[in-house]
């Protein structure tokens, strides 16, 4: 019988709160009617432990699934895959070991649809946030040649270097990007604090103002006027610049713009073109048809921009052109690279080279980065230059006009 929780009033009018097995609210109320209590609401205990239960589903089916849980889970298909075990016991033990619930439900439900009798890889389709199109394809491959143990292992091999790839850019960026906010963040402090004191001790003596003093005091009473104002817009373009760029044509336009940052740009692009030659290297040594390969990696790139190029690129492969000449028409790749591609067209080893490429520019990334405090130091090192110019000439002219008045008088 189900467990209810009620509330009531007993002979004394005080109140009371407790359980009961019943099979009815009716019955719950009929005891308590004849011991005396009047009962004021009756509900099932259970209902609200489900309330409970779907909070933390849902808090759970909220939690992200990165590239090391998704790398973690293609290792261990691959360990149990070799070892002899059947698909659907793997999944099960993977549902209840793994440590990320949201990624457990994910299991759950690629297991759920195989019983069904679907394939893996339609399977996996069901869960497009989860399995990117290359992932599935590759499972298509590996099921289709019975060599799904061997492409776990291949996506755990891309899935740790996309991951050490993506964390190289972001420690590329962080540093000039913390740099940069820190400087705007004290000039809009010197502009709300720092000058109007300066103002205020100008304004009490009678001389001429230097023009950058001027220019400096009118920014800085702008600023403190309006500074919720200009909070405000900065807070509402920060929005609209992220809704922007999750548009199509916002994020074709930041990808191509973010290629010719000055330092970082190259970094980037030289990563992305090493992301797109170790996946369509991935894709040709699962035996997955190149143009439906250069398809996939269009949209696995990470980037609009370049993802277009490689469409080019499918396009040439498909009117019967070669690789390296297609790569050449999209000037994405230098002449060294294109010749790799050639030599691996006439020696029939196009992936092998490929997977060079990608080596070639994951050491030029690691370079980059461990050289990139030295590149970037110059340019900073001057706009700091130029600001601090600036303020010391609004700031410091006036004073150097009171003292030839002083020495004057």
């Known amino acids: 019988m189900p467990l209810f929780q009620y509330k009531g009033r007993n002979q004394r009018g005080e109140a009371v709160r407790g359980y009961l097995d019943a099979a009815s609210s009716d019955a719950v109320a009929v005891q308590l009617m004849n011991s005396g209590v009047i009962p004021i609401d009756i ?33 261990q298909m691959y360990t149990l895959l070799k070892a002899g075990v059947p698909i659907m016991q793997a999944l099960r033990g993977l549902r209840e070991s793994t440590q990320n619930p949201a990624l457990s439900k994910v299991i759950a439900g690629v297991g759920e649809s195989l019983d069904t009798g679907l394939d893996l890889n339609t399977a996996m389709r069901r869960h497009p946030k989860v399995f990117s199109s290359l992932y599935v394809n590759l499972i298509q491959v590996g099921e ?3 060599s799904l143990q061997e492409v776990f292992l291949q996506l755990a091999l891309y899935l740790e270097r996309e991951k050490d790839t993506r964390d190289q ?73 992220r809704y922007y760029v999750r548009t199509p044509e916002g994020r074709y336009r930041w990808d191509k713009l973010k290629l010719g940052i000055p ?18 290297a991935v894709m040709m040594k699962s035996g997955v048809p190149l143009v439906q390969g250069l398809t996939v990696v269009s949209r696995a790139v990470d980037n609009e ?26 000037g994405m790749f230098p002449s060294l690279v294109i010749q790799m591609i050639s030599v691996g067209e006439e020696t029939g ?12 520019y994951e050491r030029e990334v690691d370079y980059n980065i461990r050289n990139l405090s030295t590149a970037i130091q110059p340019i900073l090192i001057v706009f700091l230059a130029i600001m601090v110019f600036i303020l010391a000439l609004g700031v410091f002219l006036p004073m150097w006009d009171l003292v030839q008045v002083a020495r004057q008088g």
Request: aromatic share 12%; charged share 20%.
């Open 263 to 280: 330092v970082i740009g190259k970094i980037i692009y030289e990563a992305t073109l090493g992301r797109f030659s170790r996946a369509t």
């Open 305 to 330: 921009y370049i993802g277009e190029r490689i469409v080019q690129m499918r396009d040439g492969v498909e009117r019967g052109e070669t690789i390296a000449r297609t790569a050449a028409a999209t």
């Open 144 to 146: 289709t040649t019975g």
């Open 169 to 241: 850019i972001r420690q590329a960026t962080r540093y000039p990007t913390f740099v940069v906010a820190a400087i705007f963040i004290a000039i809009f402090i010197i502009n709300l604090f720092v000058i109007p004191t300066f103002a205020k001790v100008y304004a009490g003596f009678k001389i001429e103002l230097p023009l950058a003093t001027k220019i400096l005091i009118a920014t800085s009473n702008f600023t403190v006027a309006y500074w919720p104002l200009i909070l405000m817009i900065v807070i509402s373009a920060i929005f609209y610049i």
């Open 43 to 75: 509900v099932i205990a259970k209902a609200r432990e489900d309330i409970f239960g779907a909070l933390r589903a849902r808090l759970a089916a909220s939690s992200q699934i990165t590239l090391t849980d998704l790398t973690l889970f293609s290792r």
């Open 349 to 360: 080893s196009v992936d092998e080279l490929m997977f060079n490429v990608a080596d070639y």
